[in-house]
């Protein structure tokens, strides 16, 4: 992947939305739990951090997936791993689908005001009995004449606090079961029937609001299905590479942060009369982690330049997925290690990031559903 003058231009902006509207006010958010997105998307969608890949038509910039690189990239110096995760779920997780299967009145309706930051949206997928599992979702949307009416509930949804619509899967066809019967529906959430039922506390990603959701014969119009109704499956499947791949590209960007911050502070740590850098072991393992970051940067590059040439990259969104969770965990505790005591202090940037890192193995699908995927793209069955 070869970023150019405009990537760079975009990059730069970026960083600068984060350093200036983010990260001198992440402590405050981390300690209330949640961040105010009505306040901070607009600034965000003011320089298009939520039209990357949305036709100016709807108010987005019309660039191609090398720039949602640049920009979960640039997220991923957030001082925090909630902010990106929010801001990435309205940017590439909630709307994808409804940018290229909803209909023109749906997409004016609610892509556009997303896009500016207008709103918050979230996409609800996950429920009580059925997280990594998806054939396994029970909210249903039953048809009265022009009108789904939809009861069931979510559970883990992201900005699902204080969302104003919501890109749900529900079973729209009745009597279906496993893959089939399914449909994307954008939900409002000022509807009669929706709640919230609780924020839920979590181990990290202390300032992203997480939430369970209850709809109560919520009533939506059919016309709110974006795409086909009963393709839903399929949609979600599609939406989730993007959300993979950009989860990958932001966890790759941390790891070499953490592992460089990590070489700086044991350059000037010292222990036994020397640099704490001098140790051969501490050297080459630090090595070793840069360069499997430095390859995974490459292989996600190139599941990136798949997705901008148009072709099938759910393969290497897998793969990509499975290895950066697993290296962001070990990147995550060598850090903390190596910064010793000081490492586990929640002054040190090590136990933020060792918290926050750990979802990325079980979010948008668990490792072991990556696994899955792959036995059957192997030829292996499930």
Known sequence: MQFTRDHEDFRRVVREVVEKEINPYVDEWERAGGFPGHELFPK????????VEI????GGLGLDHSYSVVLAEELSTATCGALPMAILVQASMATPALARHGTH??????????????????VAVSEPDAGSDVAGIRTRATRDGDSWVITGSKLYITNGAQADWL?????????SGGYEGMSLVVVPTDVPGFSVSRRLHKLGNHASDTAELRLDEVRVPVANTIGEPGRGFQLQMEQFQIERLVGVYGAVAQCERALRRTVEYLRVRH????????????????????????????YAYAAADRVVAGED???????????AGRLIREVADTCLQYHGGMGYMEETWTARFFRDSRLLSIGAGADEVMLRVLTALEGMGR
């Open 105 to 122: 009145e749906l997409r004016q309706r609610y892509l556009a005001p997303a896009v500016r930051g207008d709103v918050v949206c979230a």
């Open 55 to 58: 036709a100016p038509t709807y």
């Open 271 to 298: 222990a036994f009369g020397k640099p704490l850098l001098a140790n051969q072991h501490l050297r080459y393992r630090l090595a070793e982690l840069l360069a499997e970051t430095d390859l995974l940067r490459q």
């Open 44 to 51: 965000l969608g003011a320089v298009g951090m939520f039209g």
């Open 167 to 175: 890109c749900l899967l529900c079973r729209t066809e009745p009597g």
């Open 313 to 323: 990259a759910t393969k290497m969104a897998t793969v990509a997925k499975l290895k």
